[in-house]
């Protein structure tokens, strides 16, 4: 007798994971912290680049400092394609305090982040956006679970602040896609490759 399939997943949705992005503004010596500081230009080939990155993005995970630096700039913002990108969103905050404030669709993380991020990663949904919070981005890097870097590196070397790679292990990157904006900031996607380093 042949068993009815009604009612069970199909292969594709077994085997689908949603797609973790970071999105990191740098300078060139890999600096991420206060990128307002070294950023003094910004150009449309940028825009069309973040717009694309957000495009597919239902859900952003934040680190505790970067949710409160933009829960007080971003409600009040009309820098697009961002402000309402980044409003309406659902987002995830790596904290062990509750929220101060009240932007809208933002929920504490209420477990420990890499195993969140992991159950987040499983269940139905567009790509997850993990936008400046370099704790947060380094600890799933760590952990294996970024699946695309996507960086925009401006031609200027900070020369100090927190740089968003220092104390990773080794991790291989396949380069996507690649470009210069008008200004000369470098648009660069990779895919982060999660064979161990020199296999």
Request: proline share 6%.
């Amino acid at each position: 007798m042949r068993r009815s399939l009604e009612g069970q997943p199909k292969l594709s949705e077994v085997l689908h994971m949603r797609t973790v992005v970071a999105y990191e503004l740098l300078s060139l010596d890999g600096v991420a912290e206060a990128p307002n500081e070294f950023f003094t230009e910004w150009d449309a080939a940028m825009d069309a680049n973040l717009a694309d990155v957000i495009a597919s993005q239902d859900a952003v995970i934040l680190g505790r400092r970067s949710y409160e630096e933009w829960a007080e700039f971003w409600p009040g913002s009309e820098i697009e394609p961002f402000a309402t990108f980044i409003n309406g969103v659902a987002k995830h905050v790596a904290t062990s305090a509750p929220l101060t404030g009240d932007w809208a669709n933002a929920t504490a993380i209420d477990s420990e982040l890499v195993g969140f991020a992991r159950e987040l990663k499983e269940q139905p949904g567009g790509d997850i956006g993990v936008h400046a919070s370099i704790s947060v981005v380094r600890a799933l890097l760590a952990a294996g679970l970024v699946d695309e870097l996507r960086v925009v590196i401006a031609p200027v070397v900070a020369g100090h602040g927190r740089r968003l790679l220092d104390g990773l292990p080794p991790t291989r990157l396949e380069l996507l896609r690649s470009s210069t904006s008008p200004t000369g900031h470098l648009l660069v996607d990779y895919r982060v490759d999660p064979s161990p380093f020199g296999a």
